[in-house]
């Protein structure tokens, strides 16, 4: 399918705005996940989005009866879950022995079972407006609609604005968080603020990409362009531009394959960026260690001979 053919078609137009915006919003905020060390992070979230969103549906339909599917309200339900659980698995660490990774799979597990419980009470349920609600579990990209999309840069575009609003705090706090407290930033206030908008970049793909694969568009982004700047700045610029850019052409080469799911090429595509830069990135790649390695081995042999040598 030629790019013309490809753009001329609103669905496609869709699907490619739609994951270049969520991959774009991941990629800008997932280096802060990823310097903290807490790449898990963004799995618990995308799992605990799954009941957030379900629970919102559930009020929509039974408390106010409405359409259950209105993606604003998905994704209000899915943020307050989310932040929850992400505020658990910290609190967890805090007032117990735990190690964080241990509490977030804790915390993911249990998430992903109430979510899996009501989405079964959900599907087998006489709710109206239920059709299409799994696709949170594996995503969808070709539901993406207009509404869907500016909803999308909007609640995005929110995380952006907070971030840049409060860069300072963020970078002391992910870099320095004793140095943190000593120059009086709020720790948890920052902590919860900076857990929402990573969040939020995770909540607005669960719809197009599943909350299975929604963890590589946070993580895979920042990780590749980790290999080729070395500023908290720079980074989340390449990290953005590495993940609109690698779900643009994921979502290009689905459609255009024919019948291949969006959301598994987008993630090979972000992999074949992080591959790359793990090779050809020329300050911290495999084959420039490589070859410093090889240069300091021979200097150490010449070294070794020339001292026989002089002996």
């Given at each position: ?5 490809f753009f ?11 994951t ?14 990823y310097?903290?060390?807490q ?12 009941p ?9 339909v039974l ?15 899915a ?11 910290n ?24 979510g ?6 959900i599907t087998?349920?006489p709710f109206?407006?239920?059709g ?5 579990l ?14 999308s ?5 929110i ?24 120059l009086?930033f ?10 929402i908008?990573?969040?939020?970049a995770?909540?607005?793909g669960?719809k197009a ?54 959301g ?34 021979l ?13």
């Amino acid at each position: 399918m030629s790019p013309i053919e490809f753009f001329d078609t609103h669905t496609y137009r869709m699907v490619f705005f739609g994951t270049a915006v969520i991959g774009l919003v991941a990629g800008a905020l997932g280096p802060f996940v990823y310097l903290r060390k807490q790449s898990l992070m963004s799995d618990v979230i995308s799992h605990a989005a799954l009941p957030g969103a379900l629970l919102a549906f559930l009020s929509a339909v039974l408390l106010f009866g409405i359409d259950g599917r209105n993606m604003l309200g998905l994704i209000v339900g899915a943020v307050v879950i989310g932040t929850l659980a992400a505020l658990a698995a910290n609190a967890i660490t805090r007032v117990s022995k735990l190690a964080i990774d241990t509490a977030m799979a804790v915390v993911l597990t249990f998430f992903f079972g109430v979510g899996m419980l009501l989405l079964s009470v959900i599907t087998n349920g006489p709710f109206p407006g239920k059709g299409g609600i799994q696709d949170y579990l594996f995503g969808n990209a070709s539901v993406i609609t207009l509404a869907d999309f500016v909803t999308s840069i909007s609640v995005g575009g929110i995380a952006l604005v907070i971030t840049a609003l409060f860069w300072k705090e963020f970078a002391v706090r992910t870099f320095d968080p004793d140095l943190a407290v000593v120059l009086g930033f709020r720790a948890r206030g920052i902590d919860t603020l900076l857990f929402i908008t990573i969040v939020i970049a995770t909540v607005i793909g669960v719809k197009a990409v599943g909350l299975v694969l929604m963890v590589a568009f946070v993580i895979t982004p920042p990780a590749a362009a980790r290999q080729w700047v070395s500023s908290l700045r720079g980074l989340v610029l390449l990290s953005a531009a590495i993940g609109a850019v690698g779900s643009g052409v994921g979502a290009y080469l689905s459609i255009s394959w024919g019948g291949v799911p969006t959301g598994p090429v987008i993630v090979l595509t972000l992999f074949a960026i992080f591959v790359c830069s793990l090779l050809f990135a020329p300050r911290r790649s495999i084959l420039t260690r490589a070859r410093a390695r090889r240069r300091a081995r021979l200097a150490l042999r010449d070294s070794l001979l020339s001292t026989g040598g002089a002996r």
